[in-house]
């Protein structure tokens, strides 16, 4: 027996309880849909099975809480299938969201465990593949709230395409575990299966309205680009594996110190760095990211926008910070030009736009080119307001897509700006809704947007980009003209008799809630952002 | 690692994932590009298993092994894809893929 305990290696559950309790929430609510009509039966064997253990665990372990939350956690799943059995797609949202709550709750468990005096301490875990801290922790969060308020934003919209099925909570549960391993990961080998996990349920998401050609080919344009950047991603890995003799992140970036930049250093750093421009979107390799934004479901536009930036870019700061550091003279000012064009062409770009998925798509690609100016910093304060900014357009960009999802469910089709004329007299609230979510990405003050673009460019300015922030404020500037064309033509110009004889978009409880969430994050953290800031100060901290 | 050099493993490595990748900015059959894009991850396992050779440590075949795998849930989720997008287009062409261009 002793024997035996040395054998197996210690696994640091507790550091991999988030991913694990969403995962696990996943395959429930997977096993629910494929049980049918038995689902009381499944769901009371699974019940059976993990309070048993949890007693098992209570009796011979001496544990008392860990158990206890999951013989909870199981009698909860029970009560819910029960109350819920004739309504599947009610308990799988319902168990999909407690579950992102869930994993909330440990993050912040985890956070409170890990931090001290303020600042997280970085360790990793399980053999150095993990890492655990503030980064990882900051970013799960961001992953989790926009899962959850992803939810009740796209209930209406998938019930109204006839595109409600089974497969679509476990995916988004599964996407959501990927992008939290790729914030999470100190190894290149993780680095490569979280992509490849975010991207597999992103894929399938995107295509969900399987009769709708759009939808089709957005999801086949995200395929074929998505698996063609994590190929040159992966000989990146490769030749850095080559390079260095590790995959591991920290250790390969002492062995660069050592090695200093050869042709091969240079290689593998331009492959990774072609590989996350492409996840984050950076100008030019930004090609498929209108087109999937415009044609996917907009509820998984949302998540898209917000999870996949925020993971893509924790890893980005993760594997240049942290393991190319010494070759920093080499890839700063890449990044810089692909930040510049980025900026420029995103808000450019947007401004001819006419469809407003199409647009926000566009403006996404601005977005990240803010982002990167955190990335460019290579401080502290950097990594902090890049946090905080990808949380806030985390909210925002969830917010947008989701009023956005309810004011094409009226319509039926996709929104162009035209479609907004005259949003005002018949459907006040998503109006108010969407203005203050463009108003928040223009970067108006007073709003969220304005506090995130202001904590990275003075992150920018404390590491001397200015020219980087001036460009960046140009490029504001250019953005916030579209912007605000759309809020003019929702409240002032006048709305076409065919759409005034349309009924007024329906708002359920769930959308309610999902849009009071988003629009109070964003009023709140314009106006009092100190104690998220701080948070976001404290989360920089990296493994090294 | 006798008789064949470490050098021209990598070189066969980075002409096949050359090959790949300009297959794949080249063709405009969906199929085959798909097969390029296995054809660039295969490239990479040979690299990787070079170097794992070469430093004397499993990481990169570890590496491998999860390359091969991710591989073949690619190919099910994209053959899914391109089959449902043949359904609806009757053609797999990446060209007629272009009604989001507006």
Same mark, same amino acid.
């Given at each position: 027996m002793i024997l035996l305990a040395q054998a197996i290696p210690q696994i640091p559950w507790a550091a991999l309880s988030p991913e694990l309790a969403l995962f696990g929430v996943g395959i429930l609510v997977l096993l629910l849909e494929t049980a049918g009509d038995r689902r009381v039966a499944a769901s009371a064997a699974v019940a059976g099975l993990l309070s048993g253990g949890g007693l098992l665990a209570i009796v011979q372990l001496d544990q008392v809480i860990l158990p206890a939350l999951v013989i909870l956690a199981a009698l909860t799943q029970l009560a819910l299938t029960y109350v819920w059995q004739r309504r599947?797609?009610?308990?799988?949202?319902?168990?999909?969201?407690?579950?992102?709550?869930?994993?909330?709750?440990?993050? +912040?468990?985890?956070?409170?465990?890990?931090?001290?005096?303020?600042?997280?301490?970085?360790?990793?875990?399980?053999?150095?593949?993990?890492?655990? =801290?503030?980064?990882?922790?900051?970013?799960?969060?961001?992953?989790?709230?926009?899962?959850?308020?992803?939810?009740?934003?796209?209930?209406?919209?998938?019930?109204?395409?006839?595109?409600?099925?089974?497969?679509?909570?476990?995916?988004?549960?599964?996407?959501?575990?990927?992008?939290?391993?790729?914030?999470?990961?100190?190894? $290149?080998?993780?680095?490569?299966?979280?992509?490849?996990?975010?991207?597999?349920?992103?894929?399938?998401?995107?295509?969900?309205?399987?009769? =709708?050609?759009?939808?089709?080919?957005?999801?086949?344009?995200?395929?074929?680009?998505?698996?063609?950047?994590?190929?040159?991603?992966?000989?990146?890995?490769?030749?850095?594996?080559?390079?260095?003799?590790?995959?591991?992140?920290?250790? +390969?970036?002492?062995?660069? @110190?050592?090695?200093?930049?050869?042709?091969?250093?240079?290689?593998?750093?331009?492959?990774?760095?072609?590989?996350?421009?492409?996840?984050?979107?950076?100008?030019?390799?930004?090609?498929?990211?209108?087109?999937?934004?415009?044609?996917?479901?907009?509820?998984?536009?949302?998540?898209?926008?917000?999870?996949?930036?925020?993971?893509?870019?924790?890893?980005?700061?993760?594997?240049?910070?942290?393991?190319?550091?010494?070759?920093? %003279?080499? %890839?700063?000012?890449?990044? %810089?030009?692909?930040? *510049?064009? @980025?900026?420029?062409?995103?808000?450019?770009?947007?401004? *001819?736009?006419? =469809?407003?998925?199409?647009?926000?798509?566009?403006?996404?690609?601005?977005?990240?080119?803010?982002?990167?100016?955190? $990335?460019?910093?290579?401080?502290?304060?950097g990594v902090g307001g890049m946090l905080f900014y990808l949380l806030v357009y985390a909210m925002m960009s969830v917010g947008a897509f989701g009023v956005l999802s309810l004011i094409e469910r009226r319509q039926q089709r996709a929104v162009q700006i035209a479609d907004l004329r005259g949003l005002w007299r018949r459907n006040p609230v998503p109006t108010i809704m969407l203005g203050l979510f463009l108003f928040s990405l223009a970067g108006i003050p007073g709003t969220a947007g304005f506090m995130a673009k202001l904590a990275v460019f003075r992150a920018g300015l404390q590491a001397d980009q200015v020219a980087l922030v001036i460009v960046a404020v140009i490029s504001s500037v250019i953005a916030a003209f579209f912007y605000l064309r759309v809020t003019v033509a929702m409240i002032i110009e006048d709305e076409p008799d065919d759409l005034a004889r349309e009924a007024p978009a329906v708002l359920t409880i769930g959308a309610q809630a999902g849009l009071a969430l988003t629009a109070a994050a964003v009023v709140v953290l314009g106006v009092i952002p100190g104690a998220v800031v701080e948070l976001s100060a404290s989360a920089a901290s990296l493994v090294r | 690692m006798s008789g064949v050099p470490i050098g021209w493993y990598i070189a066969l490595s980075a002409v096949l994932f050359t090959t790949g990748l300009v297959g794949v900015l080249v063709r405009r059959s969906v199929v085959v590009m798909f097969m390029c894009i296995e054809l660039m991850l295969n490239s990479v396992n040979l690299a990787l298993i070079t170097f794992s050779r070469l430093h004397g440590n499993l990481d990169g075949q570890v590496l491998s092994f999860f390359v091969i795998v991710v591989a073949a849930a690619e190919v099910t989720v994209g053959l899914a894809l391109i089959v449902n997008m043949f359904r609806l287009m009757g053609s797999t062409d990446a060209d007629h893929a272009d009604r989001l261009r507006s």
């Open positions: 599947p797609r009610v308990l799988s949202a319902l168990l999909s969201a407690l579950g992102l709550l869930a994993t909330m709750g440990l993050v +912040a468990w985890q956070w409170v465990v890990v931090s001290d005096g303020g600042l997280v301490q970085p360790q990793s875990v399980l053999a150095d593949m993990v890492a655990v =801290d503030g980064v990882a922790l900051f970013t799960r969060v961001i992953v989790c709230s926009a899962a959850l308020i992803t939810i009740p934003l796209g209930w209406m919209y998938l019930e109204d395409r006839r595109v409600h099925r089974a497969e679509y909570y476990p995916l988004l549960l599964f996407s959501a575990v990927g992008m939290n391993l790729l914030a999470s990961s100190a190894d $290149l080998i993780m680095v490569f299966i979280a992509v490849e996990v975010l991207s597999l349920g992103l894929y399938v998401m995107s295509g969900f309205a399987t009769r =709708d050609l759009t939808s089709q080919e957005s999801a086949f344009k995200y395929f074929l680009l998505g698996a063609f950047s994590s190929a040159i991603l992966l000989y990146g890995i490769a030749l850095t594996y080559g390079v260095t003799g590790s995959t591991n992140i920290a250790e +390969a970036g002492r062995a660069l @110190t050592l090695a200093g930049g050869s042709a091969l250093t240079l290689a593998a750093m331009g492959l990774l760095l072609v590989g996350f421009a492409f996840k984050t979107a950076l100008v030019p390799f930004h090609m498929w990211t209108p087109d999937v934004y415009q044609g996917a479901p907009t509820p998984v536009t949302g998540f898209m926008a917000a999870g996949t930036k925020a993971a893509a870019f924790a890893a980005f700061i993760r594997v240049f910070v942290g393991a190319f550091a010494p070759l920093e %003279w080499s %890839w700063v000012p890449v990044i %810089w030009t692909l930040a *510049v064009i @980025t900026m420029l062409g995103g808000a450019i770009l947007a401004v *001819v736009q006419t =469809d407003v998925k199409r647009m926000l798509g566009y403006s996404a690609i601005a977005h990240a080119g803010y982002a990167a100016i955190g $990335l460019l910093s290579v401080n502290a304060a | -």
